[in-house]
Structure formats: C-alpha cells, structure tokens
C-alpha cells in the first residue's frame, strides 16, 4: 500500500528489509580480547520474509568503544543497515612490587589493558605499610590519573633518618575506580631499605 500511494512500481522491490538490532551493550574485560554476547537482530522484507541479519566485526572485541554494522539485505540487493554500540571496559593493574633506598626515589605505574571507553581513568589510592605517612615517605592516599594512552605513574619520595628500623613498607590498594576496573594486581608494595652502613673499627696499642 505504502509504494501504491508513493506511486512506486509495484513489480519492483526496491525497498530494503525492516532491521531491528539489539541495544548496545556494555561489559567488563576479561583480557586484552572480550567475548561478547551482542544479542539478536532480526529483518524482515515486504517481498522476501524472513532475512538474516549480518555483522561486519565478528568478536572478541578489544577494550574501548568498538562500533558494530548490521546488515540486511533482500533478493534485490536493497540493503538496510543499523550500528550497535559496544563498549568493552579496560582493566588497570599495578606494577609489581620494587624496592627503594632510604632517601631515594621510586616510580609506581598502573597499566590498562587496552584503551579505556573514554578519558580520564581515575585510580583512587590508599596508602597503608609500616613506612609513617610524611615521615618516612611523601605518599599519601590520592589518586592516579591516566589522562591518555594505557599507563599513568606516580613518584613516592622517602626521607633518611637516624634510626635502624629495617625494611619497612608502604602498600597501594586502589580503591573505586572511574573508566575501568580492577586488575589482577589491585595493590602493590614499595618496600624501603636501610643504606648500608660501614662498621666503626677501634685499635688499641698496648
């Protein structure tokens, strides 16, 4: 009826399939490639019925925004054509632990997995150990920003004193984070050693 009253030539089907595809959708990564489950779409055409939908990326899919085409065509090569959305949420793991000199200075990094879904990816931080907050070290609890590419770092000072205490530790345990999830490293150690110190001889000449 509808190509009657445009005045279409009803002998001929040039009108593409009816598409209909699923929302978009939005999960957790589970590595550097993500299965994902995209749903259903189904077409139908006036002339053909049934036609099975198509997609031009088939997963898994990398972390970050990944744009999916479907397409349905009929007999006649009309092609109708939808985008579905599918974000794939990048994980932010710590770097092992190091060690550092008392006095010295030492780099902590967070690493993604794979680009996040959108910038920045905020890294929540609370600072725990045996090493005393503005004491022994600089550090306290924060956050680590990664405000582009898949790593961000933060610099721990710590400060010499006369006192032997040993080894002692500052622990970073990422709390909620914003653009990506935890890791398999959701905490690190940074563990700070006494300089060495050279023993005092005495002579005695009797």
């Known amino acids: 009826i509808d190509e009657y009253l445009m005045g279409s030539d009803l002998n001929v089907d040039d009108y593409p399939p009816l598409l209909t595809i699923p929302d978009s959708v939005t999960v957790d990564s589970t590595g550097v490639k993500t299965s994902v489950d995209l749903g259903v779409a ?6 053909d019925g049934v036609v099975v939908p198509t997609i031009d990326k088939v997963g898994p899919y990398n972390t970050g925004r990944n744009i999916i085409t479907w397409s349905a065509s009929d007999k006649s090569g009309n092609i109708s054509t939808a985008q579905q959305i599918v974000d794939v949420i990048p994980q932010v793991t710590f770097e092992l632990s190091k060690s550092v000199r008392e006095g010295g200075s030492v ?3 967070a690493t993604l997995n794979g680009s996040p879904v959108e910038y ?8 725990d150990g045996s090493a ?13 920003v990664i405000s582009e590419g898949v790593s961000g770092s933060l610099a721990i000072n710590t ?4 006192v032997i205490e040993g080894v002692e530790s500052i622990i970073l345990t990422m709390q909620e984070i914003t653009n990506a999830i935890t890791g398999s490293l959701s905490n690190t150690t940074v563990s700070i050693y006494e300089e060495s110190i050279a023993p005092k001889v005495s002579l005695n000449i009797t």
């Open 42 to 47: 189904t077409a139908e055409d006036a002339k």
């Open 132 to 144: 005393q907050k503005q004491i022994d070290h600089d550090l306290i609890d924060g956050q680590l």
């Open 159 to 162: 400060f010499t004193d006369d």
């Open 120 to 127: 920045p990816v905020i890294v929540p931080f609370k600072v």
């Open 107 to 109: 780099e902590v990094i």
